[in-house]
């Protein structure tokens, strides 16, 4: 009874003890502490995940709360990622670069409409076929570059200028061989805004292009990428020939977009859009350019006497084996023969049988010469020797290296010019 007493007091004493260290503390004055759980710039150790993420965006901070109140607010801060971003309004470093590109040249693409008339066999009619493209504008009196295949049989062509007004055109000069031909209109030169050639020589995998055209009949489409590979070749349906050096490219390229533009980030023409390859016949990333290094040795050309006048080496024709290319057949009195490079030999003989003579013909090849290189550049196809004669004027010599009967010999031709 003594002992439950005493417990009894005791517990008393501690709860009134308790009671007064609480009411004590209620009567001091309250106050607040920041609690900042992630700086902006990001703390070594902060906590990684979504959370993370959070705490990286945002900052716990406590308001200016009345007395007694304990409630933390969220204030929102700016994401490290919208530091790279533009002011509302303004334009990017590279979005610049696009409208800066777009605005040089555009006026310079124009739309290229053709009309051409297919035979039928339907009541011997004939049906007008109608085809679209791209062109350039290359100088103020009115000429315009563009792909062969564009206007290519064509009977009719107009050429639409970026403000709208449309011009009958004439077909001036074409080279099937590379598919470029050169237009001309008679428009105020006022209207006429010339696309500034560049130079394809230092062209770099990886490198920025733009494309303008009229894909599907949508004019002055600007389209950008990169240069995805050089010096390609593809086979040119139209000739025996390859278009080479072209630019693989994986700006988007429709039907419509031949003969466009091909631009660098300076808004300078480094090439011609020609082709795609796809299995739709729309764009799939793989276009090809051709360098305007070839254009502007074509064109000229073509304004001057309306095709391209090649050095010929009188050469008619060959046999492709594995060491080069043997000489079968010379034009008499050509470059090739006049140096004394040989080709086959024809071998006639007759045979006398009782009152009858017969004779026959017969090829002797080991007299021919085997063309293993010209200019120092090995030769394994016809079209490695075109490719290497095309860059040859008429007048200027090549040297042949050929294997003639086991000996090496090195014979200097004068070229003279394709008929």
Known sequence: MHRTAIACLVSALAGGLLAWTLSARGQSQPHALPVHLAQNQGVPGARSGLVGQLLQSSTYSQSNLPSGTATIALEQTVSPWE???????QYSPEELINIGVYERANKGVVNIRTKSI????FFFMDIIAEGEGSGSVIDRQ???????????NAQAISVTLFDGMAYDAQLVGADPPSDIAVLKINAPSEKLFPVVFGDSTDLKVGQRVFAIGNPFGLERTLTTGIISSLN????????????KQMIQIDAAINPGNSGGPLLDSHGLMIGMNTAIASRTGESAGVGFAIPVNTIARVVPQLIRTGRVIRADAGILQVLETDQGVLLAVL????????AGLQGFRIVKRTRRQGPLVFESTSIDRSTADLVIAIDGKPIKTVDDMLSILDTKRPGETAIFRIIRQGRTLDVPVQLDAEE
Do not use: C, M, W
């Open 142 to 152: 009115g000429h315009i570059l563009t792909n062969y295949h564009v206007v290519e």
């Open 118 to 121: 297919q035979g039928s066999a």
């Open 232 to 243: 390609r070749s593809l086979p040119n349906p139209r000739t025996k020939r390859t278009l």
């Open 331 to 338: 034009k008499p009195g050509g470059a090739a023969d006049r």
């Open 83 to 89: 530091q790279f971003l533009p002011p509302v309004g």
